[in-house]
T-cell receptor, first 115, second 114 residues
Framework: EAGVAQSPRYKIIEKRQSVAFWCNPI?????LYWYQQILGQGPKLLIQ????????DSQLPKDRFSAERLKGVDSTLKIQPAKLEDSAVYLC?????????????FGSGTRLTVV | DQQVKQNSPSLSVQEGRISILNCDYT??????FLWYKKYPAEGPTFLIS?????DKNEDGRFTVFLNKSAKHLSLHIVPSQPGDSAVYFC?????????????FGKGTLLTVNP
């Protein structure tokens, strides 16, 4: 079974620029999550999709962050404009939603550095 | 407000000994708990979980203990191996929310010395 694919792996941008991350979840996984992990912190949920609908985006800074999941498969997360404090690893995860016993499957993440 | 706390940023143990990683939570609505392991430059990988209806769950060398009254859980690794060296995250969810949102602790870096 292929895992959760994310790209790019690394990105360096200047503040006020825009950036986009892509995620392809495990085939058949209805639920997709974007997490932000700042250095020294645990992952924090930004947004959760169930198929192509948003379930929870309460912690997404909507003035600069946006996300979409077209056709309930791939997803993109965008930051515009970026700030220095957005430097973090952005993790995508997916799950079957058949129960919590096995948790999510995470991708390897995109490390964003804003300079 | 940190709802899941891992108060030890790091832990160092000798190969073959027991590693005990601790986690505390404050939200009494949490009823499912998970441990994830993370190697550098990789995403977290699921390790073991426990429901609040249990107080122990075991999988090979890994055992998770849950003390609901103390809002405390721990992960025991016996025997510890050098390959276990990684950051371990404790996570919790409220199944009543039905969206399996996980709240993570800050992680504990485990180093197993040969």
């Amino acid at each position: 079974e292929a895992g959760v694919a994310q790209s790019p792996r690394y990105k360096i941008i200047e503040k006020r620029q825009s950036v986009a991350f892509w995620c392809n979840p495990i085939s058949g996984h209805a639920t997709l999550y974007w997490y932000q992990q700042i250095l020294g912190q645990g992952p924090k949920l930004l947004i959760q999709f169930q198929n192509n609908g948003v379930v929870d985006d309460s912690q997404l800074p909507k003035d600069r962050f946006s996300a979409e999941r077209l056709k309930g498969v791939d997803s993109t997360l965008k930051i515009q404009p970026a700030k220095l404090e957005d430097s973090a690893v952005y993790l995508c995860a997916s799950s079957l939603n058949e129960g919590q016993e096995y948790g999510y499957t995470f991708g390897s993440g995109t490390r964003l550095t804003v300079v | 407000d940190q709802q899941v706390k891992q108060n030890s940023p790091s832990l160092s143990v000798q190969e073959g000994r027991i590693s005990i990683l601790n986690c505390d939570y404050t939200n009494s609505m949490f009823d499912y708990f998970l441990w994830y392991k993370k190697y550098p430059a990789e995403g977290p990988t699921f390790l073991i979980s426990i429901s609040s209806i249990k107080d122990k769950n075991e999988d090979g060398r890994f055992t998770v203990f849950l003390n609901k009254s103390a809002k405390h859980l721990s992960l025991h690794i016996v025997p510890s191996q050098p390959g276990d060296s990684a950051v371990y995250f404790c996570a919790a969810s409220d199944s009543g929310g039905s969206n399996y949102k996980l709240t993570f602790g800050k992680g504990t870096l485990l180093t197993v010395n040969p």
